[in-house]
C-alpha cells in the first residue's frame, strides 16, 4: 500500500551544471542585461499572432488619425 507523497517528500532535482567558458561569449555579453529592443524583438517573435495584431490596430489607428486630420484641416 503506497501512501500520498507529501512536499517534504518530494526529490529534490540535481544542480545545473555550470555553463563551459566557450559557452560565454564575452564577460561583457554575460553582465550587460539585453537591450530594449533585443528584448521587444524576442518577444514579437514568441507571442507572433497577438504582435501582428497589435501592429495591424496601430497602423489603422494612425491612418484614421491622419485621415481624420485631413478631413478637418481641408
Avoid: C, D, W
Wanted: charged residues 15%; glycine residues 4%; hydrophobic residues 40%.
Amino acid at each position: 500500500m503506497s501512501q500520498p507523497q507529501t512536499t517534504s517528500e518530494t526529490p529534490i532535482p540535481e544542480p545545473i551544471p555550470p555553463e563551459s567558458p566557450s559557452a560565454v561569449a564575452s564577460p561583457e555579453a554575460a553582465t550587460a542585461p539585453p537591450s530594449y529592443v533585443k528584448l521587444a524583438m524576442r518577444n514579437m517573435v514568441r507571442k507572433r499572432g497577438k504582435s501582428l495584431y497589435h501592429f495591424a490596430l496601430s497602423t489603422i489607428a494612425l491612418l484614421g488619425l491622419f485621415v481624420g486630420l485631413a478631413y478637418l484641416t481641408r
